[in-house]
């Protein structure tokens, strides 16, 4: 039996957008999208052609698959998180993706998927050469996990040989980005990933 969630944030709508959803299970907004094509969250689409879910509908699926509220704020803005230990690479896309997402990079301390799971990022740049840890690895470890599975990941990686660009195309990831790359190009890229994942702005889903 499912325990009983605790300080669980419900506005008044009756029916709730997939970020309304995530904001109160305490997942990404990918992650309820996720559910609803993979794991039979039941949701019906707005004329504008947006998903939306019953309040009734998403506790009744909280409560079989045993999810948990973890206080998540809303943001405002789309998460971004970086993670690649090559420090100019980080450092000039924070510096380009800033003015437009909230953007974070991994320290290489502790749990990476925790790590994910606390910063609630809405897009991952995954490199695929990390220390002691092979980039493929982590890719699968964040779609073992149910709340970090429904997340788009983008590859960065130097490795440019046919087998490695195959195998990181193979995949679920949204793209394979060559380095070096263009900074201004990859911006571009997240922006057309994202608009097409999640269709409109926060702003517009939080209404």
């Known amino acids: 039996m499912a325990r009983k969630r605790k300080d669980l ?15 109160i299970a305490g997942v990404f907004q990918t992650s309820v999208i996720y559910w609803i094509k993979k794991k039979g969250l039941k949701a019906h689409r707005s004329p504008g052609g947006h998903y939306k879910i019953s309040k009734q509908d998403l506790l009744k699926f909280l409560d079989k698959h045993d999810i948990y509220n973890i206080d998540r704020t809303r ?9 690649d230990d090559d420090k100019s690479t980080v450092d000039s896309l924070i ?5 437009d997402y ?3 990079a991994w320290d290489f301390k502790g749990s990476l998927v925790q790590k994910t799971k606390d910063f609630a990022p809405d897009l991952i740049m995954l490199d695929i050469r990390l220390p002691n840890k092979d980039g493929f690895e982590v890719f699968n470890e964040f779609k073992s ?3 970090t599975r429904g997340i788009p990941v ?10 490695t660009v195959v195998k990181g195309l193979s995949t679920t990831a949204e793209d394979y980005i060559k380095k070096p790359f263009l900074f201004e190009e990859a911006k571009l890229r997240v922006k057309k990933i994202l608009d097409r994942i999640y269709h ?3 702003e517009e889903e939080l209404d």
Not at 9 to 23: H, Q, T, V
Not at 95 to 99: G, S
């Open 9 to 23: 944030d419900i506005s008044k709508k009756e029916f709730l957008s997939p970020r309304e959803a995530g904001s």
């Open 75 to 83: 943001k405002t803005k789309y998460r971004i998180m970086v993670i």
């Open 95 to 99: 510096e380009i993706l800033t003015p």
């Open 102 to 104: 909230d953007v974070s």
């Open 145 to 147: 996990d149910l709340q």
């Open 154 to 163: 983008i590859f960065l990686s130097g490795m440019t040989d046919e087998n």
């Open 200 to 202: 409109v702005k926060p």
